[in-house]
């Protein structure tokens, strides 16, 4: 599918300049005809008997399958969550960290990452990244690893600053396990998470599946416990609780999923073109070129698909401007940056509308 085809297939790119995928994608119009097209069988055939639960799992395998595939990693690793934050706390949770233990993290990471960290009762040494250079960053992130450090979790790309974070040469310095947030990657650059402990995924962000749909890559299922079970954590259960959990990481789900939000991710995941990763990095290179010629561009050059910049005066307002124009960016709050998502169905035609609001 040519570029033009693939982009019509989102209404909202006819009205405005949709650049906030970081935060939420567009929906495509199959995306939605999926859920719709769901919900009139759940209306019709009703939500029970076996033709209901087969469908159901099959549902859940296809979109497993489709998540792993997005990340280069085995469908039998994956879990199905509601969002990098469920699966940040899933991880947290299952290995048991005490006040001794010491976990690596970073001055730019969403609360999602933060948030379960600080709840998990262990030790947080926070490196001083966000206004380095990405070349600068590994030095300040290791400077921060001791005797203690049992976890080393951070993005693959930051939210705020949109620079990619050193992730495989951390590994290959420390050995550590790594617990990597990937709400800002799958979907928006080639991602091969195979090589880490841990690796979450958002639907709805550059994948521009439903609201509340997500993933987690575990590496080795086994070395992770279940503290927070769920009904599709089991194959079978004794009545004091006790229980045989499911393969792999299907035992770390998260729970009920709607099935039509399952439908619907299934339906984003099959618009996602083969060029998606290539047009993204030649759009995004382009946005950073024009808007360094006006601002000043806190992301670095080469980086992912987010590009930050300084505002002309107060951010959110200036994003509220840009809103009113039919420009959807946002600000990155207590930073006075505004920030530009520029996906695969991204056009020329949005970059100048944006400059033009601005």
Known sequence: MNFRKARNQFPVLGRVAYLNAGSMGPLARPTVEAMQAQERADLKGGRGGRPYIDSMLGLRARVRAGLAATIGVPPENVALTSSTTESCNIVLAGL????????????TEHFGLIGPLRASGATVRVAAVRTLLPEEALDAILAQVTPKTRLLALSHVSWQTGNLLPVEELQEATGLPMLV?????AGAIAVDAMRFDFYTVSGQKWLCGPDAT???????PERLHVALPTYFSQNAYEVDGTYTPKDGAAR????????ASLAGLEAALA????????????????CYVLLSERFEVVTAPGQANLVS???????AETAERAYEQGVVIRDMPGTGWVRVSCGWWTSDGDINRLLRSL
């Open 96 to 107: 048991r960290l005490a006040p001794e233990d010491e976990v690596v993290t970073t001055d």
């Open 181 to 185: 947030d990937g709400a800002q990657t």
């Open 214 to 220: 997500g993933a987690l890559y575990v590496r080795d």
């Open 252 to 259: 770390f789900d998260a729970g009920w999923i709607p099935n």
């Open 271 to 286: 618009l996602v073109p083969h060029w998606a990763a290539h047009h993204s990095a030649e759009i995004a290179a382009r």
């Open 309 to 315: 910049f300084v505002a002309d005066g107060d951010a």
